[in-house]
């Protein structure tokens, strides 16, 4: 069982990646609890529910992470008493030079806001940039999606 997840997280530039998108879905999550060092979040997407705890390292890029699916009514419900604010989004899978960029154009109080994530083995994997990718934000606060969400 991985509970390591190592991402890397930029703004975004351009629509340029939704043309080689080999996905698109949408999803809505609520914070059960958060704050900058872990969260609990619920979440809805493709039909189906989810749970997650994540917890932050003290330093670097990798972080705790725990995910199970859940009945879509329980995550449903959840959402409902979770914390004020909820997270709506698009997200597009983009395979890129041999990973896959998650990239998620945020709706409501976020709307504007695209921000595409990496997930990668290693701490110093090396990765291609595509062009649409803007300014880095691994690490800022201001885009952990638990603070987005406090937007309302």
């Not at 698109?24 to 704050?35: F, P, T």
């Not at 994997?125 to 201001?142: C, N, Q, S, Y």
Request: aromatic share 10%.
């Amino acid at each position: 069982m991985k509970n390591t997840e190592i991402e890397r997280k930029f703004l975004v530039r351009s629509e340029e990646y939704r043309r080689s998108a080999v996905s698109r879905s949408e999803i809505v999550q609520a914070y059960l609890m958060c704050d900058n060092e872990r969260s609990l979040r619920v979440r809805t997407r493709g039909g189906h529910g989810f749970i997650t705890f994540k917890a932050n390292s003290p330093a670097g890029i990798s972080r705790f992470e725990w995910e199970r699916e859940i009945p879509l009514e329980d995550a449903l419900a959840l959402i409902r008493q979770a914390l004020p604010g909820i997270i709506e989004k698009t997200r597009y899978m983009v395979e890129y030079e041999g990973h896959t960029w998650e990239i998620d154009e945020f709706h409501g109080n976020n709307e504007g806001l695209t921000v595409a994530e990496i997930e990668l083995k290693d701490e110093n994997e090396m990765f291609e940039k595509p062009a649409w990718l803007g300014e880095e934000v691994t690490g800022d606060p201001a885009y952990l999606n638990c603070n987005l969400a406090k937007r309302f």
